[in-house]
């Protein structure tokens, strides 16, 4: 990601904490795409990064910018991904870490923050009860709040894919990008970055993607404000969905991600968890991506556009894979064995 420094915040690279993040690749979908009769279409497959999620983008940019502010304790309230990635990223940067889950976060992240040293609090509720107290514990306590939108650095490093993406395509920008939003920093960052490009002189036609928001039909408050066409999000209440970096009940950046959507003429749509499920097997079995539900959402969405007629033959569209199936385990174990129509995983007994 730090080829890419000087559209980064870090003004000395020697402030730069970096384990490798970034140019993750992009792979044509092949079984897929002769399935859906969409002949190119990709995903931008972001299990590769550093914790297995995009996350590390994020947190590499802003502990490298907080450890150039000369910053020595951060905090995250997180869905989970964020959580992990900080903590990585802390410990590399010898600060203090604190972070702030849901108690019903996939184990994964718990496990990687209490492996990298990170203190760790177990909240009641959700990522907007665990920002609740978080920000209560910074103010008290002189913690650096790293939540999202809520210091402008880890969408900068986001953004990044964005780069990435043009790169990849020769500097014309794809038609389609089907994004999975949670806090939305992605959606933002890649907006921000066309609009960069642009002014930069770099692209070699104006036209940018429409960008598309997908949700859990459990937790979609951007949906349900892009639909009635209003600014700002409702405060989504009983927020459930398996892809726990889906499960945000309101984005503090809720406008701009509206704003950005419509800006691009694109859309907004919910996804339920059996069609996410299905959708993770099917990347699985047939381009071999094992990937986070969150990623698995994205092709759920476009089987829907494809219905809707949204999308066509000749259009170049992106779908983004954000992490590893791999951080999932916990839950994706359970889906498969009621997939499979099993009740309990097969037992090996000390019987002949
Ligand atoms: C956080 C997260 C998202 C949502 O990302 P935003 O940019 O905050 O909208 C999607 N997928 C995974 C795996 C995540 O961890």
């Known amino acids: 990601m730090w080829r890419w420094y000087e559209l980064l915040p870090v003004v000395d690279p020697d402030h730069i904490v970096s ?18 009769g969409l002949p190119y279409l990709f995903v931008k497959d972001e299990s590769a990064n550093p914790t297995g999620t995009f996350k590390a983008r994020g947190l590499s940019a802003a502990v490298s910018k ?24 802390a410990a590399r940067a010898d600060m203090e870490a604190l972070i702030y889950f849901p108690k019903d976060t996939p184990h994964a992240n718990i496990a990687e923050s209490r492996m990298a040293g990170a203190q760790i609090v177990l909240v009641d509720g959700l990522i907007s009860d665990a920002a609740g107290v978080a920000g209560e514990t910074a103010r008290r306590e002189g913690w650096f709040d790293l939540s999202t939108f809520k210091e402008p650095y880890r969408v900068e490093g986001k953004k ?28 933002v960052g890649m907006w921000k970055a066309f609009q960069e490009m642009e002014s930069l002189g770099w692209l070699k036609n104006p036209k940018k993607p429409r960008m598309v928001a997908v949700q859990a039909s459990g937790c979609a408050p951007v949906v349900k404000a ?3 066409g209003a600014a700002f999000c409702d405060y989504w209440v009983h927020a459930h969905t398996l892809a726990s970096g889906l499960r945000v009940p309101k984005s503090f950046a809720d406008q701009l991600i509206l704003k950005d959507l419509r800006e691009s003429g694109g859309t907004a749509i919910a996804v339920s968890d059996e069609s996410i499920t299905k959708a993770q097997h099917e990347l699985c079995e047939n381009e071999g991506i094992f990937s986070a539900p969150e990623g698995a959402a994205t092709l759920a969405a476009l089987e829907e556009l494809v219905r809707r007629k949204w999308v066509h033959p000749d259009e170049r569209i992106v779908l983004f894979n954000t992490g590893s199936g791999l951080k999932y385990l916990d839950h994706g174990e359970e889906s498969s064995r009621a997939q499979a129509g099993c009740a309990s995983p097969p037992l090996l007994d000390g019987a002949p």
């Open 19 to 36: 384990l490798g993040e970034g140019d993750c690749p992009l792979l044509r979908l092949i079984r897929i795409s002769r399935k859906l």
């Open 66 to 89: 907080a450890k150039e502010l000369g910053i020595r304790k951060v905090i995250i309230p997180t869905a989970g991904n964020a959580g992990g990635a900080m903590a990585a990223y």
């Open 160 to 187: 990044i894919m964005g780069y990435e993406l043009a790169e990849a395509f020769q500097w014309e920008l794809p038609d389609v990008i089907i994004y999975p939003t949670g806090g939305g920093t992605g959606l």
């Open 226 to 228: 892009f639909e009635s």
